[in-house]
Structure formats: structure tokens, C-alpha cells
């Protein structure tokens, strides 16, 4: 205990010690933050405020915008202040928010889409019952379990890996606080039941990642026999996209959490990091909301009412 508690603050990973390549990779990152901002700020307010986008698909929509505006918001903003001010450090509190809030999100995101790709099956493949499954008790039961069960699984990660005595320095080679990193630090066996928790949850991720794959080739099938030609280009530019991000997302995560915690740092790493921390938070919203007739509609009445108020 009296080594983990000399530990009071980590130094993180920087992308270059160059003051201009700082400054360049401080502006990068604000460009790609207002942007994952922007686009998940519009979709919720939109959802909010229509009422015609009261429906399920909808609901769990706003939920994943609201997951992704966080998800962006954990760890970019202080990656952007230690570049701009020339420092690395991060409190040991901090690092605990990190991670807390990383693996939460993360997991919440996970459950969230696969419910997701769950209501578009049942709302595509099984029409008829789509109201009596998707009723509105049911999704705020999903929702709630989705929320909580990324909650219960963070804050067991997260005790996890702070009840470990820290002896191997303070230097954790990312550019945010990420278990995986933080195990190299570790010095004493107490870390191999974090790894076989994570194991776990790879597998629980695995799992969550081939059940969005069977709903979306079931999709995909119901959509060709409905219309084969059309059902065809329709089910190609709406399932591969969600799949390909999804794929990123899911085994980007894999990787990086069950990489041997002996392995040294590199550039593989931090490109790794930046998929799963990132590409969500500003690819979502585009493919699941920017391409949709109905919110592109939505934003068109809400850009004008704000307009019209304004004159």
C-alpha cells in the first residue's frame, strides 16, 4: 500500500517533444473534438425536440450520441491542454476518472449498438411483432441495462486496477491512462486477475460483435427477398458501413486490451488507441444519423426554426 500511495501523478505518452508538432497535433485534435461535438450535439438536440423521432430507433440513437459526446470528452481535451502547455503529467485522480469513464463508455457503446442492430432486426425481419417487442417499457429497460452494465463493469475494472501496487515508475506509454499500460506498472501478481477480467470482457465484447453481425446478414437477406434489386444497394450502403465501423471499434478495443502487457510501446499503439477513442464519437453519427432522410429533416426545421426566432 505505501508503494501504490508514492504514486501520485502519471507521466503520459507524447506525440512529439517538437513545439510546432505540439501545436499541429493540438489543432488537429480541436478540429476532430468540435467536430464529434457538433455532430453528436445536433442529433440529440434534434431527437429531443421533434416529436416524430420519438420512436425506438430514435431513443437509442440520442443514447449512443449522448455516449460518444462522452466518450470524446474523456480523455481528448487533456491530451489537447498537455500539448498546448508542453506537459505530460496527470494526476493519480485523474488517471482513476479516466479510466473509469474509458471503460464505461466503452462498454456502454458496445451494449448500446448491439440493441441497436437488435430493434433494426425485429423492426425489419419481424415487422408484424415490432411494437408488441420494442414497446417503450422495454427499451428504457434496455437502455437502463446498457448504462448500468457498463457502470457495474468500469467500476470493477477501474478497483481492479488501482488496488494494484505501482512500483515499475509513473511513466504509462499512451497518451491517456489505459489499463493495459497501467499493468506494466504493476509489481505484484494481483494484475493477473485484471487480465483475466479483461479477458472476460474481450469475450463478452466478441459475443456482443457476433450477435450485430447475425441481425444485420439477417437484414441483409430479408431486404433482398422483400425487393432484390433495390433491397440489395439499400442493404449494402446501410448494413457495411455500420459493420465496418463496428469491426473497427470492437477489434481495435480487443487488441489493445489483451496485447501482452510485456510488449513495448510503439506506434501501433497509439494508431490502435486513436480508433477506438475517436472514430466512434465523429463516425456515428454520420452513418447512423447524417444519412438518414428523417433527421436530415429533423435538422432542416430545427435550423430554420432557430433562424425564424432570431428575425
Known amino acids: 500500500m505505501s508503494n501504490r500511495t508514492t504514486v501520485t501523478a502519471f507521466l503520459l505518452l507524447g506525440f512529439s517533444d517538437v513545439p510546432e508538432v505540439q501545436i499541429l497535433y493540438f489543432i488537429l485534435l480541436l478540429v476532430i473534438y468540435l467536430a464529434a461535438l457538433m455532430e453528436n450535439l445536433l442529433i440529440i438536440t434534434a431527437i429531443a425536440l421533434d416529436h416524430q423521432l420519438h420512436t425506438p430507433m430514435y ?11 462522452g466518450s470524446i470528452s474523456v480523455n481528448i481535451p487533456k491530451s489537447m491542454a498537455n500539448s498546448l502547455t508542453h506537459t505530460r503529467s496527470i494526476s493519480y485522480a485523474g488517471c482513476v476518472i479516466q479510466v473509469f ?53 468500469s467500476a470493477l475494472h477501474t478497483g481492479n486496477t488501482f488496488s494494484i501496487t505501482f512500483c515499475g515508475g509513473n511513466m504509462v506509454d499512451q497518451f491517456f491512462c489505459e489499463i493495459p499500460q497501467l499493468l506494466k506498472l504493476a509489481c505484484s501478481d494481483l494484475y493477473l486477475s485484471e487480465v483475466q477480467i479483461l479477458t472476460f470482457s474481450a469475450s463478452l465484447g466478441l459475443s456482443c460483435f457476433v450477435l450485430i453481425t447475425f441481425s444485420y446478414v439477417q437484414i441483409f437477406k430479408t431486404a433482398l427477398r422483400i425487393a432484390p434489386e433495390q433491397g440489395c444497394h439499400k442493404a449494402f450502403s446501410t448494413c457495411l458501413p455500420h459493420l465496418i465501423v463496428i469491426s473497427i471499434f470492437v477489434f481495435t478495443c480487443i487488441f489493445a486490451y489483451l496485447k501482452p502487457t510485456s510488449s513495448s510501446a510503439s506506434g501501433l499503439d497509439l494508431v490502435v488507441a486513436l480508433l477506438y477513442s475517436m472514430l466512434p464519437s465523429v463516425m456515428n453519427p454520420v452513418i447512423y444519423s447524417m444519412r438518414n432522410k428523417e433527421i436530415k429533416a429533423s435538422l432542416r426545421r430545427l435550423t430554420g426554426w432557430m433562424l425564424f426566432t432570431k428575425i
Not at 59 to 69: E, G, K, P, T
Not at 123 to 143: F, G, T
Request: aromatic share 14%; with cysteine; glycine share 4%.
Open 59 to 69: 431513443f437509442f440513437l440520442m443514447n449512443l450520441s449522448v455516449v460518444d459526446l
Open 101 to 153: 469513464f474509458l471503460v464505461f463508455l466503452i462498454g456502454t457503446n458496445v451494449f448500446l449498438l448491439t440493441i441497436m442492430a437488435y430493434d433494426r432486426y425485429v423492426a425489419i425481419c419481424r415487422p408484424l411483432h415490432y411494437e408488441r417487442v420494442m414497446n417503450r417499457r422495454a427499451c428504457v429497460q434496455m437502455a437502463a441495462s446498457a448504462w448500468t452494465s457498463g457502470c457495474l463493469s
